[in-house]
């Protein structure tokens, strides 16, 4: 296992201090909450460039990335739910893009890394997600900015990578 993808599961240990901060109902808490969500968050970044900078790409980095990001955001905007900050449906479909995305990901041969659209839902994400834990009133129009990135990232990830595999799986069927 390489440095980045130590930072990225070190970035798990910052759930359970989100979750404890969100828990507390306190102006302490949502500040123990906000903190531990940015480092996390910043943990992300930097494994990334460590990744890219020195060559550290992997494979194994390539999949838990995406699914310790999906953790670090599903994690705080479920506590926002059970704070009523925040409907559940809107969440809901968050989830459901993620879990489409990582089941397509799974089917895939070859693993691919997130696209613009892909880096401009989680930087909206991350966005949506403090002001909210500090209860802030421009998270509401941050967190469905985030919601539609999120969808049309889907989107365009499903898209893109169907019409990229479309010509293998039909030259497959042809011989």
């Known amino acids: 296992m390489n440095l980045p993808t130590a930072i990225t599961l070190l970035r798990l240990a910052g759930i ?3 979750l404890l901060g969100l828990h ?4 302490q808490g949502e500040r123990l909450a906000f903190w531990a969500f940015l480092l996390a968050a910043v943990t992300d970044w930097l494994d990334g460039q460590l990744a890219r900078r020195y ?4 494979d194994l980095g ?11 955001v599903l994690a705080p905007l479920l506590g926002l739910v059970e704070l009523g900050r925040i409907p559940a449906w809107g969440v ?3 989830v459901g893009r993620e879990l489409a995305i990582a089941g397509w990901r799974a089917n895939q041969g070859q693993v691919r890394g997130a696209n613009l659209w892909g880096k401009a839902k ?7 997600i403090s002001l909210l834990i500090l209860n802030w009133p421009a998270g509401i129009p941050c967190f469905w900015v985030a919601v ?3 969808l049309i990232s889907g989107l365009i990830y499903l898209r893109s990578n169907h019409a990229a595999a479309t010509p293998s799986s039909t030259k497959d069927s042809l011989a």
């Open 92 to 94: 809901f479909l968050v």
């Open 16 to 18: 359970p201090f989100i």
């Open 122 to 128: 989680t930087a909206a994400q991350i966005l949506a």
């Open 24 to 27: 507390l109902r306190s102006p």
């Open 148 to 150: 539609a990135l999120t």
């Open 62 to 72: 390539k999949v838990l990335d995406p699914l310790v990001d999906k953790l670090l």
């Open 55 to 58: 060559g550290l790409v992997t």
